[in-house]
């Protein structure tokens, strides 16, 4: 039995999407993914409309065992920060109606998860992904990648030690049942530094 996870890189300009499945020994499958694009000259609520539309066919049409979304941090460019907050908020709330449960990851976190370090550029997390989801080529653009490395970081994390009702019922390694590999070892890491800054 497979996890599977859709994982979204929440924006109001370009919402990345991906979903992958992946087995008991971790091997990760890309399923599907692609860039929800709304344009700065809509109004916010139409923005938010094609997101949110956009979300509840990716859901109905994929039946994801859980969602993982991007966790919002403090930037700079305040009004950036309210763009993602706003798309997460209504892609959290697709996900709430249909009873799937939600993780936040933090970009740290990700970048730990897929390529070992936690400080890794987008270009070295777009190479990572398609290695490890065996593709001919890299997803683009980089908020696609982006989304698959979320679902891909959610399901090792699932898989190698954090306690998870969709990886239980998915069959995936219960805490202690097998060791960490090191990328699962720096992803580790990178959420207990998260932890200890929040």
């Known amino acids: 039995m497979t996890l599977r996870v859709l994982g979204v890189d929440p924006g109001l300009t370009r919402c990345g999407i991906g979903v992958v499945d992946v087995e008991k020994n971790r091997r990760a499958t890309m399923v599907a993914f692609g860039v929800v694009g709304t344009s700065p000259e809509e109004s916010l609520d139409q923005r938010l409309l094609v997101i949110a539309t956009s979300i509840d066919d990716w859901l109905d049409r994929h039946e994801p065992d859980v969602l993982a979304v991007e966790r919002v941090f403090s930037q700079l460019n305040v009004s950036t920060v309210m763009g ?41 997390v777009t190479k990572l992904v398609t290695k490890i989801l065996r593709l001919d080529a890299p997803p683009r653009p980089a908020d696609a990648a982006d989304a698959l490395a979320l679902a891909i970081t959610h399901a090792w994390r699932a898989g190698s030690g954090a306690s998870s009702t969709s990886a239980t019922r998915a069959g995936l390694p219960a805490p202690g049942g097998q060791s960490l590999t090191p990328a699962q070892r720096a992803w580790a890491d990178a959420e207990a530094k998260a932890r200890r800054a929040r």
């Open 84 to 124: 993602v907050a706003q798309a997460s908020g209504v892609v959290i709330a697709a996900a709430a109606r249909r009873g799937i449960p939600v993780a936040l990851h933090t970009p740290s976190e990700v970048k730990a998860a897929v390529t070992g370090s936690g400080t890794s550029n987008k270009d070295a």
